[in-house]
């Protein structure tokens, strides 16, 4: 019914929503066996009481299972230490190069170059930069990170990051996470995806290839999607490790050189550098010193102490204490070395440290044991520094 010019159409509720929600004609639903021919015992499957398939449906394609799970296969390219994330590349590619020089106990990571990263701006891009942790360990101390690409879902950063100190006990337990996040200068910055490498992968002085897709943050190490991205054993060492006693915090890395001098008849302690400290102050960085004592103590003669290094987590000292005392002697001594934030005013902060002698354990009582056996032999180590303060040493911080 039409109505006048001026007069006012009145539709009901039921009108209304078929006007706007009405999808129009139903078709019927097909069935899945729509899609294949029904097979009788006719020479040629068509005879017998079951009919041939529509002639309008085709018989569905099947995909390839490669296809179907969304995998690359060799002809697309892909490089041998390549694997797709459970997200495709919808978070993106990531290619860099690790390289463990065993000589200088050094990890060279070259980060090159992202594709594809998933867009977090209202522009439609990101501020992409990358940073790398050394887990398990202390994330503020061993942080490495490069710098900021502006407006680009395809960075390329070129550049190459160093750790210290690595020895092989940590080439076979710790794990490199490299994570790409994106900067914020008004807000926090995001997160886009991460990638977790075993070092025990890498063989030393060979450069190794990575291009890998980025993967969402794991968020338990007990999680089984955890499991499966290739570092199961790690995560199931670590998880028994937290079960136990736990673990000590790491502060950093010292290089310590030991030498008994039969003709002066004592040890030289060099106190030579250290590498990625926990930083005590709000600037970020640390005023680092060290303290070496020998113990037991009574006299309380044994104490030795570096200068103080400004503003800086990777100071470099150089420099040698002596310890006058008999080899056999020596052998029930215990070297306590601790690294100290200097602070004006107040008590000073303590970063981390160790102890060499008979009863530590690893690479600290290797140092040690060496150290006794082969005298003038001058022998420098990496040791990790760690939260546990020396009961001597607790009372003596603002020394």
């Not at 710098?147 to 080439?171: A, C, F, H, M």
């Not at 490498?197 to 993967?215: A, D, G, M, W, Y």
């Amino acid at each position: 019914m039409r109505g006048r010019r001026g007069d006012r159409m009145t539709i009901n509720i039921q009108e209304h929503m078929a006007i706007n929600v009405c999808p129009g004609p139903i078709r019927p639903i097909r069935q899945i066996s729509d899609y294949f021919p029904r097979l009788g015992p006719g020479p040629e499957g068509g005879g017998g009481g079951g009919g041939e398939a529509p002639a309008h449906l085709a018989p569905l394609a099947l995909a390839p299972p490669a296809a179907l799970l969304g995998a690359t296969t060799p002809e697309d390219g892909a490089e041998v230490d390549s694997y797709d994330s459970d997200d495709g590349t919808a978070l993106g590619m990531l290619e860099f190069d690790l390289l463990y020089d065993r000589a200088s106990c050094t990890l060279h990571c070259s980060i090159l170059r992202a594709k594809g990263l998933k867009p977090m701006d209202f522009n439609g891009l990101a501020d992409p930069y990358v940073k790398l942790h050394l887990l398990p360990g202390a994330c503020k101390a061993n942080k490495l990170k490069t710098k900021t690409q502006r407006n680009t879902l395809n960075p390329v950063w070129n550049e190459d990051l160093t750790y210290s100190g690595i020895t092989d006990d940590d080439i076979t337990h710790k794990v490199l996470r490299i994570a790409v996040c994106d900067e914020d200068k008004l807000s926090h910055n995001e997160f886009i995806g991460e990638i977790r490498v075993p070092l025990r992968r890498l063989k030393p002085s060979q450069k190794k290839h990575f291009n890998i897709c980025l993967e969402r943050q794991l968020a338990s190490p007990s999680s089984m999607s955890a499991a499966l991205r290739g570092i199961s054993c790690y995560l199931k060492e670590l998880e028994q490790a937290e079960q136990g006693l736990g673990l000590l915090e790491e502060r950093g890395r010292i290089l310590l050189s030991l030498s008994y001098s039969s003709r002066r008849r004592g040890l030289l302690v060099g106190i030579v550098r250290c590498a990625h400290l926990a930083a005590m102050d709000v600037n970020g960085y640390s005023d680092p010193y060290v303290k070496t004592y020998l113990r037991p103590d009574v006299d309380k003669k044994s104490k030795h102490k570096t200068c103080v290094k400004k503003k800086t987590l990777n100071p470099e000292f150089n420099e040698e204490f002596f310890y006058e005392i008999e080899l056999s002697t020596l052998a029930t001594k215990t070297l306590e070395v601790t690294v100290w934030d200097y602070d004006i005013g107040k008590s000073n902060d303590f970063i981390g440290g160790v102890s060499l002698g008979p009863g530590a354990r690893g690479e600290a009582r290797k140092h040690w044991s060496d150290c006794l056996q082969q005298p003038d032999a001058a022998l420098e180590r990496w040791h990790t520094l760690t939260s546990e303060l020396p009961p001597a040493a607790g009372t003596l911080s603002s020394a």
